[in-house]
């Protein structure tokens, strides 16, 4: 690494003001500061604390704290296929190799065409590249059926990057969740791949890298679709999959949001490392939970109240998109308040809208509208507080 910061400091001047390649000196800023911390610190008045921990290794936890999911998801898409085909025990490392061929690409297409964005317009604005991007390119993959095409996927990453962060100042800046508005634009241009009731296991163009052929009752086939546990809910049918199947993930549904342990792995990072906020977390689940108690007589019998908790995204929105520092409130007591009313209006949407099946997305992009009112009524009740105090 030594060897690679003398090169940096080396060809630096050659993208700096006045030198050959200074058009391009966001890009040569951006993958510097990604691969090494900057050795300089701000220079405003206003700001009173020095850390070697900037935004891009915030950014870089966030992802690492993603990669059980995404290693996970990778396995269950080859597993859920192989099943599919009738294959009773599917191979552990077959399973593997056939959803990372899957995953990669739609992986590779997110970060392509969001990061290719954000270098234009930071060359166009001649300012740093944004790095918010690192945790939006990883999600979105994780956040869309196996068999979402890959020009769908970089249609709906331009639309989120451009105008639900882009045109409010680049990162930090934003009013919603990029994922979550990449996952809105699916939904209601393509509805049919992001109802959230069915997924489909895709065979096609993987059977040819690897030289199978997708079969099921002695028929070729192309994808097949398969009912997704809210999809059953949803249809008043039995929930197929156990108690267990949805905490270890091995059930159909998005890339990334099957595995409850791999979730909890990541949430473990995340609060760890201090990145999210435990009180949003905890109370996305208390929300939930208490919702999903209340109306425990509108699901099937042998679907418990609290495996609302564990199927559809509800675990990956409260680990990953609640706790966004930068959409969600930032007040302490605010956290409380923004947790708990996610988690109650996601199970609210499941079982009183039977049309929408899952409710998690809807929850939380509402309440990033409103995260800054909430934080606006908890400073103002502190304030009124603290008047009353000092007129005593």
Not at 83 to 96: H, R
Not at 224 to 235: D, I, R, S, Y
Not at 279 to 291: D, H, I, Y
């Amino acid at each position: 690494m030594s060897a690679l910061k003398k090169y940096l400091d080396k060809i630096k001047p050659a993208f700096q003001k006045d030198g050959k390649f200074h058009a391009f000196q966001s890009v040569f800023d951006g993958f510097e500061t990604f691969m090494f911390v900057p050795n300089t610190t701000a220079k405003a008045r206003g700001a009173h604390i020095h850390d070697a921990i900037d935004s891009k290794r915030i950014m870089s936890f966030v992802v690492i704290a993603l990669i059980p999911c995404l290693l996970f998801g990778m396995f269950n898409v080859g597993y859920q296929h192989y099943l599919a085909t009738g294959i009773a025990t599917p191979d552990l490392v077959d399973s593997f190799i056939y959803g990372f061929l899957a995953v990669l690409p739609k992986v590779v297409v997110s970060y392509v065409v969001g990061l290719g964005i954000e270098f234009t317009v930071a060359q166009w604005k001649k300012e740093e590249i944004q790095e918010g991007f690192l945790v939006s390119g990883m999600l979105i993959p994780l956040i869309v059926p196996i068999n979402c095409p890959l020009w769908i996927i970089a249609l709906a990453t331009a639309f989120a990057v451009i105008f639900a962060k882009e045109v409010f100042g680049g990162t930090g800046m934003n009013i919603f969740n990029v994922a979550l508005v990449t996952r809105a634009f699916l939904f209601f241009a393509y509805p049919s791949m992001m109802s959230g009731d069915k997924v489909w296991v895709n065979g096609n163009y993987i059977d040819s890298i690897i030289g199978v052929r997708g079969v099921v009752d002695g028929q070729a086939y192309d994808a097949v679709t398969m009912a997704t546990p809210l999809g059953e809910l949803a249809a008043g049918d039995a929930v197929s999959a156990s108690a267990m199947d949805t905490i270890t993930g091995l059930i159909p549904g998005s890339i990334g949001e099957t595995s409850v342990i791999a979730i909890a792995i990541g949430a473990i990072i995340l609060l760890w490392s201090g990145v999210a906020s435990w009180k949003t977390m905890l109370s996305v689940f208390v929300g939930g939970a208490l919702v999903a108690y209340l109306f425990k007589d509108n699901v099937t019998d042998n679907f418990q109240w609290w495996e609302h908790l564990t199927v559809g995204g509800f675990c990956f929105g409260a680990v990953f998109m609640a706790t966004d520092p930068v959409t969600s409130a930032r007040t302490e007591c605010g956290k409380y308040i923004y947790g708990f009313l996610i988690g109650a209006i996601a199970i609210l949407i499941r079982v009183l809208n039977p049309g929408y099946p899952e409710g998690m997305m809807l929850a939380i992009l509402l309440m990033n509208v409103f995260a800054p009112l909430i934080d606006y009524c908890v400073v103002q009740s502190n304030i009124n507080k603290r008047i009353k105090r000092a007129a005593k």
